[in-house]
């Protein structure tokens, strides 16, 4: 399926910097919009647009619609998602075919500190958003889920059709959250919804709150890192180039009586590597590229974390996805960007 305008919500964060470039480079024209919010470091979020070709000055501007100096075809807009009168007029200015929402407040931890920013972003805006695609006649939604629906289940690897009613932080009920408000939109309003559950995305631009960044920043100067559950926790790690290719399947392949899991015109994958590795294990690798040992803070389990994930992507896999990049390859390239960068 071809689309003429996408929209990509979040297009200052880690995957929807990824994911703009991507889709620019195979010819679509692209409106990211973000609000840009402190929860970690602006300068990152600026950096990444201007990797994109999209001034600081420019993206600091709320009412002026910015035009990318290396593509032609990509505007940026500084917006919040839950802004119930500028999110509709974009809609109707611009004439979306589909929408990548991407933009939320992530974080598990920060979930505990400011419980209202994800009820603003994650609760108010998403809806925000439903209402704008199903007022304007949106081809397909694809949006971010999260891995982190799964809570404690036993069962590995996790399946989509596994239960998911027992969310171990608040993040992660929004998340679930999402899920049902997409799937009543699906079958009230025929708005074809793809969630993706993504799985522990890594590598460059990434997150500094998340543990390749603050492991990497660690080491280099040598403060301790923090290793909780005393080391004994699994992730399934996924590189940002698989999590991307994995969207735009996904894009292409909107639910239909013959697609993947069709619910009332709505799916569900998980989008991992499907390989969880242990964490010391990446540690290991980490030291190696980075060639310091680490400091090692042994902690207990954090309130609100799990002690492993892991991805069945078969429902994904069927539709052509496949995670391609080994986690030593993919910590290398992390690795080199990180010497390059100031982040």
Not at 296 to 306: A, C, F, I, R, S
Request: proline share 4%; net charge negative; hydrophobic share 40%.
């Amino acid at each position: 399926m071809k689309y003429n305008k996408i929209l990509v919500t979040g297009a200052a964060g880690f995957i929807g910097h990824a994911l703009c470039k991507k889709l620019l480079e195979q010819g679509y024209a692209v409106y990211g919009l973000d609000n840009i919010n402190d929860y970690y470091t602006v300068d990152l979020k600026y950096a990444r647009l201007a990797d994109i070709g999209i001034s600081r000055g420019d993206a600091e501007e709320w009412d002026l619609p910015a035009t990318s100096s290396f593509y032609d075809n990509f505007h940026f807009v500084r917006m919040n998602v839950e802004d119930r009168d500028k999110l509709p007029a974009l809609f109707k200015e611009v004439n979306f075919d589909a929408v990548i929402h991407l933009a939320a407040q992530a974080g598990v931890r920060y979930s505990l500190e400011n419980p209202m920013a994800y009820v603003d972003s994650n609760l108010v805006g998403f809806v925000n958003v439903l209402e704008c695609c199903r007022h304007n006649s949106i081809q397909h939604l694809v949006y971010a889920s999260s891995s982190s629906v799964y809570g404690e289940n036993e069962k590995v690897p996790f399946a989509e059709e596994d239960r998911v009613d027992y969310p171990v932080s608040l993040y992660a009920a929004t998340k679930k959250a999402n899920e049902l408000m997409a799937h009543t939109y699906s079958h009230l309003y025929q708005l074809p919804t793809s969630g993706l559950r993504f799985f522990t995305v890594y590598g460059p631009w990434g997150r500094p709150d998340m543990a390749p960044m603050l492991f990497a920043s660690a080491i280099t100067e040598g403060r301790p890192i923090k290793v909780f559950n005393n080391g004994e926790m699994r992730r399934d790690f996924t590189y940002i180039d698989d999590i991307v290719n994995g969207i735009i399947i996904t894009l292409n392949n909107p639910p239909t009586a013959k697609g993947q899991r069709p619910i009332a015109n709505s799916q569900l994958f998980n989008i991992g590597n499907g390989s969880p590795v242990h964490l010391m294990e990446f540690i290991e690798v980490m030291e190696r590229e980075l060639g310091q040992k680490a400091k090692k803070n042994m902690m207990e389990m954090q309130l609100g974390d799990v002690p492993r994930t892991w991805a069945d992507t078969s429902q994904l896999n069927a539709l052509g996805y496949e995670s391609t990049t080994d986690m030593r390859d993919g910590v290398r390239k992390f690795v080199k960007w990180y010497r390059s960068s100031k982040y």
